[in-house]
């Protein structure tokens, strides 16, 4: 009982202790749709080559390889892009072709 009382009086004051982000639970609130400290929503991205099949990933096709690089020339992860784990594979050697072939630079100055 005594070990409870502690927790919750911790909990209440918002404390954690020394170097364990103790305003981190006051930073989150108003955040999300769901009013503060409510669920997030998010929308499910879709790989966009599963979904058409009629597009297809070609080291030539330069225009739809820019899609997927940062203004710095790297390549975007797939949480960003929302493509597949077997469509991110083709897009990143398909990158590389383009650049060892020089349609694509390596690094964006």
Known sequence: MIRNNRM???SESG??????????DKKR???GPGGPGGPRFFQKKVCRFCSDRSALIDYKDMERLR????EKGK???????????KHQRVLRKAI??????AFLAFQID
Do not use: V, W, Y
């Open 8 to 10: 919750q009086s911790r």
């Open 67 to 70: 899609r997927f690089l940062t």
């Open 29 to 31: 609130e108003g955040r």
């Open 15 to 24: 404390t954690r202790g020394p170097g364990r982000g103790g305003d981190r």
């Open 75 to 85: 390549i975007m992860p797939r949480r960003i892009t929302g493509n597949c784990a």
């Open 96 to 101: 590389k072709r383009a650049r060892h072939a």
